[in-house]
């Protein structure tokens, strides 16, 4: 829980350590009495300075060898997490993210997504229809393999057409919080079809090894094979660096898949190349190797994005970044209890709970409450903010899952008291049990002594 202190800031130098941040400067800087303020200012905060030791020998090499990969990454998150902070000050002071993009600016850059799309879906159509002249031309196991990827690459493009389109036409009563999450879907679905693909091909290739089978080719007509494959490889290089000019995901998929193709035919070319000049199993073996890149990469992939469907936390740099804009919203936030931001498709679902005080009037909590939401999901991460305002830090449980542990605690408990209240009656009853017992064993023995003088 972060918490604002009561007393008014009169010189920041002291006033605290950020989470997260670097430490302040302005050790040897005469310190001045400042106007009093309730934000943070990120003017006062820098990274440390980097040091480097005057050592030398063999040792000392490997030893900073091995620290100066993690150097690196510190240095790199305090950098992105320094960003970040300037980023929210930006919007505080302007009230927008710095590059932001205007109406006409935005449905500009969605049409030009759409362009994309239809470019890379009749490019596939087109250049499928020429990988099937040159794999019936050449035989070759290589260059089939790579047409039964553009074949895949036709069926997929369809999944993230259809994508696509759903995600911009959502049913707002079926689906109050829109269809951001068939984005992720559609890419899983997309890059599960490629790596089937992949291992159907790895089959077909070391089948061809085993059986060394060797088709029979027509020196001709490879170079018209030649010729498609290089005019393929040169046309998907050009879509793959249209479509990374874009951040929207699908379109990345689409250059992501390009990329792929542009490898694919390479590889698929050279083996080809050089299976009919020198020996002809280096053709089954680079399609081995297409269908290890292509599994490997479109595996990952789909991690990935079942990673952002699931749930997961947000990293504690952009946490922070969170905290630091909540912190900054409004002078009267006395405490944030708590910040969470999971995925929830391609961008975090944000959750936050501040400390108002208790004397504040409704309308003036509903409205910090609400332009807070508004501020975080100006946020290009954040697709949805939802701020509860309290005025207590200490309180009882709230939610479903909380309620559910502290009842499931309880039921414990319960079953517990109820095992022992049943203890207890059995071992009345043993005992009882036991006591007839001896008084009918004793009743007997009477009875057996008495016959016995008798007699």
């Not at 920041?12 to 303020?37: I, Q």
């Not at 199993?281 to 190797?289: F, H, N």
Request: glycine fraction near 4%; charged fraction near 20%; proline fraction near 3%.
């Amino acid at each position: 829980m972060v918490s604002r202190q009561s007393s008014p800031r009169t010189d920041s130098l002291d006033y605290r350590t950020e989470f997260l941040s670097p430490a302040a400067t302005g050790e040897n800087v005469n310190r001045v009495t400042r106007e009093p303020s309730w934000q943070l200012r990120m003017n006062e905060f820098q990274l440390p300075e980097r040091r480097m030791d005057n050592h030398f020998g063999f040792g000392y090499f490997l030893k900073a060898l091995r620290r100066q990969k993690k150097i690196s990454e510190y240095y790199r998150r305090q950098e992105k997490l320094v960003e970040g902070f300037h980023e929210v000050d930006s919007l505080i002071e302007l009230g927008i993210l710095p590059g932001s993009l205007s109406e006409d600016e935005m449905k500009q850059l969605a049409r030009n997504e759409r362009v994309a799309i239809y470019a890379s879906n009749v490019a596939n159509l087109v250049l499928f229809l020429a990988k099937v002249y040159a794999s019936i031309q050449s035989r070759s196991l290589a260059v089939i393999a790579s047409t039964l990827d553009s074949l895949l690459d036709l069926l997929s493009g369809f999944i993230l057409w259809f994508t696509a389109n759903s995600m911009r036409k959502p049913n707002q009563f079926q689906y109050p919080i829109g269809k951001q999450r068939m984005q992720p879907v559609g890419i899983v679905i997309f890059a599960s079809v490629m790596a089937t693909l992949g291992l159907q091909i790895l089959f077909e290739s070391g089948r061809e090894l085993v059986l060394r089978a060797q088709p029979e080719r027509d020196p001709d007509k490879e170079k018209w094979m030649i010729g498609i494959m290089v005019s393929v490889t040169v046309v998907k290089f050009v879509l793959m660096v249209y479509c990374r000019r874009f951040n929207n995901e699908i379109v990345r998929a689409y250059a992501q898949d390009h990329l792929f193709d542009v490898i694919t035919n390479s590889i698929g070319l050279g083996t080809a190349v050089l299976a009919i000049k020198f020996y002809w199993w280096i053709d089954p073996i680079g399609a081995i190797l297409i269908a290890l890149y292509t599994m490997s990469n479109w595996a990952k992939t789909v991690v990935e994005n079942v990673w952002s469907l699931i749930g997961r936390t947000a990293p504690p740099e952009y946490l922070a970044k969170l905290t630091y804009l909540i912190w900054n919203h409004h002078k009267n936030i006395k405490h944030i209890e708590t910040v969470r931001a999971y995925t929830f498709g391609c961008q975090y679902f944000v959750e936050v709970h501040i400390v108002l005080p208790q004397d504040m009037s409704l309308n003036q909590a509903h409205n910090i409450g609400e332009t807070l939401e508004e501020k975080l999901e100006q946020l290009p991460e954040v697709e949805r903010a939802f701020v509860h305002v309290d005025f207590d830090a200490i309180h009882q449980l709230e939610h479903k899952l909380q309620k559910l542990d502290r009842a499931n605690n309880l039921l414990s408990i319960m079953v517990m008291q109820n095992e022992m209240k049943q203890l207890a009656k059995s071992e009345k009853i043993a005992k009882s049990a036991c006591s007839v017992a001896n008084l009918v064993l004793f009743l007997a023995k009477v009875y057996g002594i008495t016959n016995s003088t008798a007699g």
